[in-house]
């Protein structure tokens, strides 16, 4: 029963920080579209307690290609070098 309450928590702090996740898009360098541009962002739990070791997925919907990254300690995440031509 012990396990079960634990993995019941993982699953409900995961499910949180899905619902939680806070997007900001800016470009590299420049602005230019012909220029690689990043995604940077941060994953709170609740309103300001950031979550580490969170999984973001990024997701082309054309490809269906998934890039991932692990969130760091103050729930930061970024996918660099990113096409400049894909939304």
């Known amino acids: 029963m012990r396990r079960f ?3 019941a928590r993982a699953l409900m702090a995961a499910g949180v920080a899905c619902a939680c ?3 900001v898009a800016e470009p ?3 602005g230019s579209r012909s220029e690689l541009r990043s995604l940077t962002g941060h ?4 309103e300001t ?3 580490p ?3 973001v997925y990024l997701k082309n919907t054309k490809t269906l290609a998934v890039k991932t990254y692990i969130t760091e300690q103050d ?3 970024r996918f660099p070098a990113l096409a400049p031509n894909v939304d």
């Open 5 to 7: 309450a634990t993995c």
């Open 21 to 23: 996740v806070f997007v």
């Open 28 to 30: 590299q360098s420049g």
């Open 43 to 46: 994953v709170f739990s609740g």
């Open 49 to 51: 307690q950031p979550v």
């Open 53 to 55: 070791k969170a999984v």
């Open 75 to 77: 729930g930061s995440y």
